[in-house]
């Protein structure tokens, strides 16, 4: 199937309320002007200096998002144009992001990254660290970022159970900030793999890659 067949199947499986961010990490502007032309307009990257090149290359209406771990040393090439930051883990981080975006007067969106996953590998904050930073005081006097949700990666395992579990608790963690934060209304979580579970346990943005473009082929 191609691109656009891709997309609209994925998009009419969708329910209404889920936000597609179609991840074109890898994959050349003909590929990402294929999906445009179908309508549609949210991209993920996970890299910087890439989502750079393609934002300079492409259409201005398109939504960039950075969907991987960022550099601090990097947030200053993307502040000006990015649309929201998923993987924020860190108060460090979150203060270059107010830094630049100040710069650009501009408020920038962000999520927080949750880790919910049994790898120690990926990224993300725990419960504690997600208390500790929004009730700091350097947090609260940011007035260039916008904390519109969370983000989370479950573990990479065919083990439907914990997938579910892990998607699971993050939604419950989403609440418990909601109650605190009412104005925030994005869970990203869901991959080509498991976003079927991930919608089933209340995400409300799935970032899609290979199911709309294909395999990724790294060299
Ligand atoms: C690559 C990537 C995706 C998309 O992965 P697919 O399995 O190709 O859908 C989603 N989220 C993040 C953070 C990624 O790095």
């Known amino acids: 199937m191609s691109i656009k067949d891709n997309l609209n199947k994925i998009n009419s499986e969708l329910p209404s309320g889920v936000t597609l961010v179609a991840v074109s990490k890898t994959k050349p502007n003909e590929d990402i002007l294929e999906a445009y032309n179908t309508g549609h307009r949210i991209f993920g990257e996970n890299k910087v200096q ?11 209406d398109i939504e960039w998002h950075m969907i991987g771990h960022v550099q601090r040393n990097k947030v200053k090439y993307m502040a000006e144009f990015v649309a929201l930051i998923h993987g924020v883990d860190s108060l460090k981080l979150l203060k270059e992001i107010n830094k630049q975006a100040k710069k650009h007067d501009r408020v920038i969106p962000c999520l927080l990254q949750m880790h919910i996953a049994e790898e120690d590998t ?4 725990d419960d504690s660290e997600l208390q500790d930073l929004l009730q700091s005081d ?5 007035e260039n ?6 983000m989370g990666m479950a573990t990479f395992t065919s083990d439907e159970n914990q997938v579910r579990k892990e998607f699971a608790h993050l939604k419950s963690v989403f609440e418990k900030l909601q109650q605190k934060l009412p104005e925030i209304s994005i869970l990203s979580m869901g991959m080509s793999g498991d976003y079927a579970l991930a919608i089933e346990e209340g995400s409300t943005m799935v970032r899609i890659g290979s199911s709309i473009f294909g395999a990724r082929n790294y060299q």
């Open 50 to 60: 890439e989502m750079v090149a393609k934002w300079e290359a492409l259409p201005k």
């Open 122 to 125: 990926k990224f993300g904050l």
């Open 138 to 142: 350097e947090f609260k006097a940011m």
């Open 145 to 150: 970022i916008k904390i519109m949700g969370l």
